[in-house]
């Protein structure tokens, strides 16, 4: 039970933050702007908290998964928890979203950031082809390569953006859909795992 608990809350409760806090941000489109510039400005804690605490039920997750699931699977997920947490301790820089009170430039603190948020999702991305092959082959195979196109998509896009090529472009949203995949792949596996772990209780 505690698996489950585990899983659903750390995706659910980062999932929540970024869809309030990008509805109700002044300034803030969600369809451009990246998750990560929600940890600018005043009300920037909201976001940093809400990496540091799932990142840590999710890496904790990780760690639970690991004495049932063997493999890379939960070795993986648990670095996606550590690095999301890291992510929200080193804040971004501000990019395309640049709230008043903010600096434009690049930190030592934001280079880390931008070195971390990858390795959280494509760990994400990494774990489910990883258990495809153990569970649910095509929903691991669709959720993991889903989330690498979804992410790569949102590069090319926000590059494009900062380019004046194509401004506004809609790189927000397909990171969100990166996100949406790999966590939902997460709190699927953490449900169907938690209902196994409970019969065998």
Known sequence: ???????????????????????????????????????????????????????????????????????????????????????????????LYNPEGTTAGSTWHGILHNILGPIAVLSVAAAALALSRRFHRVHGLASGIGVIVFWVVAGVLNGLDYAGVWSPAPAGLFQRLAMLTGFTYLAVLAWRQGRKDYSQG
């Open 1 to 95: 039970m505690t698996t489950r608990l585990l899983g659903i809350t750390g995706t659910a409760l980062f999932t929540l933050v970024w869809l309030v806090e990008g509805a109700i941000r002044p300034g803030y489109d969600p369809m451009r702007d990246w998750i990560s510039e929600l940890a600018l400005s005043s009300r920037g804690w909201i976001q940093i908290a809400s990496f540091v605490l799932s990142g840590l039920l999710i890496a904790a997750f990780g760690q639970a998964l690991r004495r049932t699931v063997g493999g890379w699977g939960p070795r993986l997920i648990t670095v996606a928890g550590a690095a999301l947490v890291l992510a929200g301790v080193f804040v971004i820089d501000p990019g």
